[in-house]
Each structure stands twice: as structure tokens, then as C-alpha cells.
T-cell receptor, first 116, second 112 residues
Framework: AQSVAQPEDQVNVAEGNPLTVKCTYS??????LFWYVQYPNRGLQFLLK??????LVKGSYGFEAEFNKSQTSFHLKKPSALVSDSALYFC??????????????FGQGTELSVKP | DSGVTQTPKHLITATGQRVTLRCSPR?????VYWYQQSLDQGLQFLIQ???????AKGNILERFSAQQFPDLHSELNLSSLELGDSALYFC???????????FGPGTRLTVL
């Protein structure tokens, strides 16, 4: 069965410092991985995805993610954090189409707090 | 703004009642997904429709049902509501099942 784990409930970073939000996955077959961000009282916003190809994926708002097959990880990164990056971040894996119609399976979320 | 719209934004109702949540997908998107977000369960997939047909079901209760209409909007019906149904309900849409899902702003349901 597909699953995603985000080992940290909260990540605290100082503004201007690099940030990493961790995600590990378990899939059968090729992984289709996603990162979404949720601001307070808002819906989920798509940041980036890995389907195939280059292991470093670039996304919105300066975020990027590194796919590591041997470590089954897909960590979200940003070279220089902004206070406005403070939000709830979700990693997700897409279920196989043949019986799960492409549904997303989400991790439990990581609260990112960036302090000035 | 993702282009996915959901109404209403907030819904407060009593136990035992029935409510309908509405979702309009992005223009051109054929697939609609419903998710429930709660503190204890996190984000859970409920059900998916593609071009009017049900394609996948998740942990959706029998008291809940959904449909996708010919104009591609979708409705999620929740009946015999219980306190534990209080949650944020999201709709997402995608052009096809392989494409990225874009989420609406959600409907916050409070059952008193």
C-alpha cells in the first residue's frame, strides 16, 4: 500500500536561513510525489511534483524538492526562508490508477514557522 | 486562486441533519475529488468522479454520497450528521486522472 510519512510535526527556521521539510514514502511501482502548502483558512496550494526525470524538482515560490530513490525520500527545500513561508506543508503520493483513480495519499503535515 | 470554487464556505448544522456541499471544477477539468480534513484523521480521500462517473472510493461513510453532473460540477451529500463529521471538506479537480490536482478553498462544516 502507498504511504507517506512526515517525521516532523513542526520545523522552526530563522528568516534568511535554508529550510528543509522532510518526507519519506512507500510505494509499489514508480512514485508520483507532490508537495502542497496550506495557509490558515485557505485551501491547499500546489507547490511541485515529481513524476519522472531529474531528481531535483523546482516549484513555486522558490521551493524545490529532491527525490532520492535509495532513501525513499522527497524532501522539500528552500535556500532562504521568508516569514511568509510560515504555513502547513503536506507531502503526498498518488495512488495507482488501476484501482485508486489517482487519489492523493497525504502525510500528516509539517507546520513550518519562520521567525524574523 | 486555483479556479476551483466551493460553496458554502461555512456550514453550521445540528446532529441528524443533512447538508449538500457544492464544487465547481476548473474550466476544462473532467476529474473531481473530495477530501476530508480533520484534526484526528488528517487529510483523507473520500471519492472521485471522472466525467460524470465514479472512479474511486476511499474511506467514505455510507451516510455520505456524491455525484458529478453533466456540467461537471459535483455535490457531496452528508446525511444523519454526527458531531464527528465536523471537518473541512475540500474539492479538487484535474484535467485527467494523471494531472495535478488543484484544490478549492474548502467548506468548513460544524455539527452541533
Amino acid at each position: 500500500a502507498q504511504s507517506v510519512a512526515q517525521p516532523e510535526d513542526q520545523v522552526n527556521v530563522a528568516e534568511g536561513n535554508p529550510l528543509t521539510v522532510k518526507c519519506t514514502y512507500s510505494v509499489s511501482g514508480n512514485p508520483y510525489l507532490f508537495w502542497y502548502v496550506q495557509y490558515p483558512n485557505r485551501g491547499l496550494q500546489f507547490l511541485l511534483k515529481y513524476i519522472t526525470g531529474d531528481n531535483l524538482v523546482k516549484g513555486s515560490y522558490g521551493f524545490e524538492a529532491e527525490f532520492n530513490k535509495s532513501q525513499t525520500s522527497f524532501h522539500l527545500k528552500k535556500p532562504s526562508a521568508l516569514v511568509s513561508d510560515s504555513a502547513l506543508y503536506f507531502c503526498a503520493v498518488r495512488g495507482p490508477f488501476y484501482n485508486q483513480g489517482g487519489k492523493l495519499i497525504f502525510g500528516q503535515g509539517t507546520e513550518l514557522s519562520v521567525k524574523p | 486562486d486555483s479556479g476551483v470554487t466551493q460553496t458554502p464556505k461555512h456550514l453550521i448544522t445540528a446532529t441528524g441533519q443533512r447538508v449538500t456541499l457544492r464544487c465547481s471544477p476548473r474550466s476544462g477539468d473532467l476529474s473531481v475529488y473530495w477530501y476530508q480534513q480533520s484534526l484526528d484523521q488528517g487529510l483523507q480521500f473520500l471519492i472521485q468522479y471522472y466525467n460524470g462517473e465514479e472512479r474511486a472510493k476511499g474511506n467514505i461513510l455510507e451516510r455520505f454520497s456524491a455525484q458529478q453532473f453533466p456540467d461537471l460540477h459535483s455535490e457531496l451529500n452528508l446525511s444523519s450528521l454526527e458531531l464527528g463529521d465536523s471537518a473541512l471538506y475540500f474539492c479538487a479537480s484535474s484535467r485527467s486522472m494523471e494531472d495535478t490536482q488543484y484544490f478549492g478553498p474548502g467548506t468548513r462544516l460544524t455539527v452541533l
